[in-house]
């Protein structure tokens, strides 16, 4: 009669998994992501759960499903959720359903990470080069450098330049100093640098 509680309805699923009684669990979980449906966090907790019962009861077409959910019913996901869902096909297979995949994701789901496990590192590139931040190139740009050294640069360089139109604390002109030093870590990124102080040094005297 309280099962519209997510706790009540928790705590009856637990139950019935401590008593073996599997299809009972999984009917309330089903039940569970459609009534919490709007709620994402209880949506995806009701989600993993099944995940783990399909699996255990080798039920894999259910078992995919439910990773696919996950998957695309969230803009932050995990990397042990796709790598499951990677290892239930062939690896030619896989091109085709990780297409799918991508094309099936929220709008503004981060899949730099994905890309960086399935070495698609044109596609990371150009997602680290379109973000308005450097947490990419911080992130990525140890794995992307020895492709990309002068694009990652150029997106160093021209951050750097937008920061230094602004005046700010000391820490904002600490983290010019970082970026800078980041820089000279590339290949003539020492000399793009040195250019870049001469410059604010004649503009900003």
Request: glycine content about 4%; overall charge neutral; proline content about 2%.
């Amino acid at each position: 009669a309280n099962l519209s509680y997510h706790q009540v309805r928790q705590y009856y699923i637990d139950f019935c998994i401590a008593q073996k009684n599997d299809a009972q669990a999984i009917q309330l979980l089903v039940a569970g992501k459609k009534q919490d449906q709007h709620s994402l966090g209880a949506s995806e907790d009701y989600s993993r759960q099944l995940k783990t019962l399909y699996q255990r009861l080798g039920d894999q077409t259910h078992y995919q499903q439910e990773l696919w959910s996950l998957l695309t019913h969230q803009t932050t996901v995990e990397l042990a959720d796709y790598r499951e869902l990677k290892h239930c096909f062939s690896p030619d297979n896989w091109l085709t359903e990780r297409e799918k995949l991508f094309n099936s994701m929220r709008p503004r789901t981060n899949l730099e990470p994905l890309y960086a496990e399935d070495h698609l590192y044109h596609r990371l590139l150009t997602a680290v080069l379109a973000e308005d931040g450097l947490t990419g190139v911080e992130t990525y740009g140890p794995i992307l450098k020895a492709k990309f050294s002068d694009q990652l640069c150029q997106k160093l360089a021209t951050t750097v330049e937008a920061m230094a139109t602004t005046t700010g604390s000391r820490e904002h002109y600490r983290e010019l100093v970082a970026v800078l030093n980041q820089m000279k870590r590339y290949p003539n990124g020492r000399q793009l640098a040195t250019e870049l102080i001469a410059g604010w040094r004649k503009r900003y005297a």
